[in-house]
């Protein structure tokens, strides 16, 4: 692990990142406190907030909001302007509660996915562009819609 992207590239706030080896970052991230495994790319526009966790060999596309207490696994796939949430009650002042949201290996998310705070999407999974993911995914499920739900037809896996 270091404190480096395998890359060089303008307009990047990186502060008490961990990096794997070969990581690259393009321009106009915000990387924050996270660590991000080996062989992971980051696209430009991208925001990774502390405390979050990345695998190895991830690829998460531009315009994509990581917030602190999400961990995604190895060989997943974060599509462009995914957005995911950390608090299922927001407010103004008080103390919040961390709702953490894990990603597992090999799972796909669509470009425009919005994934609440504290669901699993399960081992291969896959979260269709646009979804919006309010329950656990299980593995090896594909899931579409608003709210997200077990694509019709669909033998194998469901969305809880």
Known sequence: MTGVPANDAPY?????VTFGDDVIVQSFVNLYGCRIGAGSRVGPFVEIQRGAEIGRRCKIQSHTFV??????????????????INDKYPKTSGPWILQPTTVEDGAAVGSGAVLLGGVRIGANALVGAGAVVTADVSAGATVVGVPARARAGQGAGRCA
């Open 12 to 16: 990047r706030m990186i502060d008490g």
């Open 67 to 84: 917030c602190e207490g999400v961990e995604i696994g190895d060989d997943v796939f974060i599509g462009h302007n995914v957005v995911f």
